[in-house]
């Protein structure tokens, strides 16, 4: 067995910091210089890696199963954008009612609009949480589904707060690769220290068997609500940051396709490892541009095969089906990255240890 | 409001009610025996749909042969689906069967879309169903009358097989527990199978009422009538058929009145169904009909 | 690693590949223009009725400037994060020098802030929401917006129909019906100088089937014309349904009436049903109509659609400001477009106002005999 030689807590802290500033750095320069739809994709991996950890929270590392996401995106999406928003825009934008007071008069800068963003969801999500986390495993699904739907329809009619079915435009594009790899960052580093605390080992305890949880004294109620109010925070701000790329939100983006959209990226990367999320929400987003191909004509052997608009989504769907009967666990399962696994790749230990990992 | 217009509204909702029966029974028989949501439900009704359309638009059946054969296709189609995608998660975790129903839902939406193309088709409405009739003011169709008799014909005919026959039997003893239903002898494989054959032969007659009704089908009709019906089989009593019969004709009805009482809240109507759901269980889990759940700690 | 997992990075380091792309090919060797439209998802339908339109116009003219012109179609699924998306892509990695699209008002804001900022100039064949154009001097389109076309019809119902009292029954999930809606209101309030005059207002969602109880509500309010503004599949189950339950007053729509589906569906229910859209098939507003009609039928065997004139006329639009630029050079397209004055197009004659929004006439059909009969023609002021 190898020495383990105790490396100085400085040095560590000094790496980790070096390396995120050079990462930073590398940003910076590619937000200018990189074109925009390699920033693009870009900016979309970062908010999806957030999004897809804040489902992954709840429905894999706690085991609830939620439908609900899309919802807390809307309304982290909808408080971003009133609040970002100049009153000017607000003004030509809300022309069948106006924007109530004092909305249309505000306006933050961005940090304390994705804060507030954050707050209101993890609002939304113990009012939606708390009456729902007790019900068990469709339920809590079909519920949830529900009450992502409630706040669609609400959004939809309630036209001086939203403006209704015609959403915001001249949002301000805040966004970069700062802001949307910094909210994966935070999101990954508050994933990784939580699940090594007492409560992610509730969370998992919770997961593996309530009942036996309840009996070792874990508080059911306080922490699902934790993980739910955790999720739909961490969804609010993705909600948030995706409105201020795009600078146009409205209702309709925030149906259950894209509940799915995340649901699947979670699902193929493994329900219950972080690692496993971060590749597959990236490796997903990339994957739906890339596989444009499919539906663009070609040409093999001098006959032109008309292109099939649609066949992205059935390659996914197909791709979900065989993930959840073949390799349930997805990619990673329940693993994660960790430099010892980095060390015996390297060494070609690997090869030996396959058989017992599987 | 006058008691002519409660009365047609009443007519409506009749009708709309015993369409969601009919979805309604479908998702709880299935949920009754394997304790899954059938995400794929609703997608089953589309296509059923578009057998019949295509039935009667493409192979130019006449109209009561197309309707059976598209009955007798969903129904093989539903045990397709049973046998490929739930079948091998039969001993997973219930996440995973869970996933694998909406995995199935969206692919069947998309390969509809991909097929049958985007633009919505007309159903073959033919004009016996359509004749009209007045009774003292309220303006209904023959059709009006068909369906709750059809659903109730339905009802009737499924307590029969399910409460007074050996598959019925088998069917309940599965409800409760495989193994011990296999030790008694149950197939339970083919148990399940003929619930999933019925749930879908009952989809595909929802399916074809609908089309009889509205005249109009698409790839993406099937995601809101099979949410609502999933919510009106809560409603009536998860696993209790005359439960989401009865759930349905509630939720149905229901809508119909919440619009025709406050119009101006009309664009919450697909709320309210959601809004009954999450006040079902938490006022009455069971439904209004459902047995005791049992939690096996 | 187990199987599954190096199948899988294979694949992930597949689609990586593919994602940097064939380098785009100089633009001196022919003309690219980008096309983004929902091809598939909720709107599905009216993106293909477009690209059918904008088809037929490329078979018809294929070179500009003496090159052929290539036409990249983007699909952004009804969505609108793929619609910003879409739009990036075709600037940056397919270049082309203009954009058509998209079906949606919703989808075509989503895509102008990505356009604008790369200065390429778009034309949306179809979007009427006013918004798109708002404070966006790179979007144009080849379509009148809202304002106009909801006074449009509350002219017609006042002028035409002797109407004094109407209902509205709009389609709550879409922006296109809840803005035409809210114009028509005010100016039938303005006409009739009665802010009371809308007696009934109610809703729905798109896809619900049943209109049943909104249409009880309708009927007791006993209105002279009811304007339902929504698409044609959700429409056309409407008056069916308005008919059966003993409804004989007008319907009154938008141009998203105009589809051979509505008819299909609707069957004898949908007659006398009175919509404004762009164009008549049935008595063409400029020779371009009659030499579109019949092209259409030719080729698709069936009557056509105003989406698939508009796409038809977005193309032919984008084509002249290119002849006029005389260059390939995005801004310098984009110059020309705003000059467009004039242009003969199979929806009428276009000209580009300050804004970017066509200035053109509307014209109100009505259903008869199973077709689309024109019945008055109206000019913008």
């Not at chain 3, 938008?254 to 004898?268: L, N, Q, R, V």
Request: charged residues 15%.
């Amino acid at each position: 067995m190898a020495e383990q030689r105790a490396v100085h807590p400085l040095l560590k802290i000094a790496v980790v910091c070096g390396a995120l500033i050079l990462f930073f750095l590398v940003l910076s320069w590619g937000q200018e210089h990189w074109d925009a739809y390699t920033v693009r994709i870009l900016n979309l991996c970062g908010i999806y890696i957030g999004i897809t950890l804040g489902l992954n929270l709840c429905n894999g590392f706690t085991g609830q199963f939620s439908l609900g996401i899309a919802g807390f995106m809307a309304v982290g999406a909808y408080t971003t954008a009133l609040l970002t928003m100049s009153p000017a825009v607000k003004q030509a934008v809300f022309f069948i009612q106006p924007l109530i007071y004092p909305l249309n008069s505000i306006q933050w800068g961005f940090l304390p609009a994705l804060l507030m963003a954050a707050v209101v969801s993890g609002i939304v999500g113990f009012l939606v949480g708390a009456p729902a986390i007790r019900f068990r495993g469709d339920y809590l699904a079909i519920t949830t589904l529900g009450f992502a739907e409630i706040i669609r329809i609400v959004f939809t009619n309630i036209v001086p707060i939203t403006n209704g079915a015609l959403g915001l435009k001249g949002i301000p594009p805040h966004t970069n690769l700062l802001w949307s790899w910094g909210f994966a960052l935070v999101c990954i580093a508050v994933m990784v220290r939580l699940m090594r605390t007492t409560y992610g080992r509730a969370l998992k305890a919770i997961r593996d068997d309530e009942v036996a949880a309840e009996a070792m004294g874990v508080n059911l109620f306080f922490h699902k609500n934790l993980a739910f109010v955790m999720s739909a925070m961490m969804a609010g701000v993705g909600g948030g940051l995706l409105g201020n790329l795009i600078t146009t939100i409205d209702p309709n983006m925030f149906r259950f396709p894209l509940t799915f959209t995340v649901l699947m990226m979670a699902v193929l990367g493994g329900l219950g490892s972080i690692t496993g999320t971060v590749i597959s929400a990236a490796a997903v987003t990339i994957a739906m541009e890339a596989f444009r191909a499919l539906e663009e004509p070609r040409v093999i052997l001098g006959l032109t095969i008309p292109g099939v608009p649609g066949m992205r989504m059935v390659v996914f769907s197909v791709a979900l089906m065989i993930v959840i009967l073949f390799y349930p666990k997805g990619f990673m399962g329940d693993r994660e990255f960790s430099l010892d696994r980095v060390k015996r790749l390297a060494a070609g230990l690997d090869r030996t240890n396959t058989s017992k990992q599987g | 409001m006058t008691l002519e217009i409660f009365l047609q509204n009443a007519a409506n909702g009749i009708t709309l009610g015993s369409l969601y029966a009919l979805l309604a029974i479908g998702y709880t028989m299935v949920y009754g025996i394997l304790r899954l949501i059938n995400f794929a439900h609703g997608e089953i009704f589309m296509i059923s749909t578009y057998f019949a359309f295509y039935g009667t638009a493409i192979f130019a059946l006449p109209w009561q042969v197309a309707f059976v054969v598209a009955i007798v296709l969903t129904a093989l189609l539903g045990v397709v689906i049973e046998h490929a995608a739930y079948r091998p998660l039969r001993d997973a975790p219930r996440i995973s069967a869970l996933i694998s129903a909406i995995g199935v839902s969206f692919l069947m939406a998309n390969l509809g879309l991909v097929i049958f193309g985007g633009r919505p088709k007309t159903f073959y409405r033919p004009p016996i169903f359509q004749v009209p009739i007045e009774l003292g003011g309220v303006r209904v169709v023959v059709l009006f009358f068909v369906i709750p008799l059809l659903t109730a014909i339905l009802l009737v005919a499924l307590n029969y097989i399910v409460y007074k026959t050996k598959t019925g039997l088998a069917m309940r003893a599965a409800q409760w527990d495989f193994d011990t239903a296999r030790l008694m002898g149950v197939d339970v494989d083919r148990a399940i199978s003929i619930t999933f054959a019925i749930g879908s032969a009952l989809a595909a007659v929802g399916g074809i009422m609908w089309g009889l009704r509205f005249a109009e089908i698409n790839p993406n009709m099937g995601l809101f009538p099979g949410l609502k019906c999933f919510i009106a089989a809560v409603f009536g009593g998860i696993g209790n058929i005359s439960g989401a019969v009865l759930g349905g004709f509630i939720l149905g009805f229901g809508e119909i009145m919440l619009v025709a009482f406050l119009p101006g809240l009309a664009g919450y109507r697909d709320a309210f169904a959601f809004v009954v759901l999450i006040l079902i269980l938490l006022v009455r889990p069971t439904g209004l009909l459902g047995d005791k759940q049992r939690v096996k700690v | 690693m187990a199987l599954h997992r190096r199948l899988m990075m294979v694949l992930f380091c597949a689609a990586l590949v593919s994602m940097c792309g064939i380098a785009a090919a100089a633009s001196e060797t022919e003309i690219r223009i980008g096309v983004y439209e929902p091809m598939t998802g909720a709107m599905a339908a009216g993106g293909q009725m477009t690209m059918e339109g904008i088809q037929l116009a490329q078979e018809q003219r294929p070179k500009v400037l003496g090159l052929p012109v290539r036409v990249i179609l983007v699909d952004n699924r009804s969505d609108k994060v793929e619609a910003a998306t879409a739009v990036t892509r075709l600037i940056q990695k397919d270049k082309v020098c203009a954009i058509i699209g998209s079906y949606g008002s919703a989808l075509s804001m989503s895509g102008g802030p990505v356009a604008q900022a790369a200065k390429v100039p778009v034309m949306g064949c179809s979007p009427t929401n006013p918004l798109v154009t708002l404070g966006n001097d790179y979007y144009f389109r080849a379509c009148f917006i809202d304002p106009f076309q909801g006074r449009v019809m509350a002219q017609f119902a006042y002028d035409k129909l002797g109407a004094r009292k109407a209902a509205i029954i709009q389609d709550i999930a879409q922006d296109y019906a809840v803005g035409l809606a809210n114009f028509f209101r005010q100016a039938f309030n303005e006409l009739t100088e009665d802010p009371k005059s809308i007696i009934a207002f109610t809703s729905y969602q798109t896809g619900d089937r049943d209109y049943t109880a909104q249409l009880t509500y309708v009927a007791n309010a006993k209105p002279d014309v009811v304007f339902a503004p929504g698409y044609y599949a959700d429409a056309a189950v409407l008056v069916t349904q308005a008919r059966s339950l003993g409804l004989k007053m007008p319907f009154l729509g938008g141009d998203t009436f105009e589809a051979p589906e509505f008819i299909e569906i609707g069957g004898k229910n949908v007659e006398g049903v009175y919509f404004s859209t762009h164009y008549s098939a049935d008595a063409p507003v400029t020779p371009a109509s009659e030499r579109f009609v019949a092209l259409y039928k030719a080729r698709f065997k069936t009557a056509p659609n105003t989406f698939a004139a508009l796409g038809y006329d977005c193309y032919n639009l984008v084509l002249d400001a290119i002849e006029r630029a005389g260059s390939s050079n995005p801004k310098a397209i984009r110059d020309a477009m705003a000059e467009t004055k004039d242009f003969v197009g199979a929806t009428g004659i276009i000209t580009l106002d300050a804004n970017g929004d066509a200035t053109k006439s509307a014209v109100v059909l009505v259903v008869k005999d199973g077709q689309f009969k024109l019945v008055d023609v109206v000019h913008p002021r």
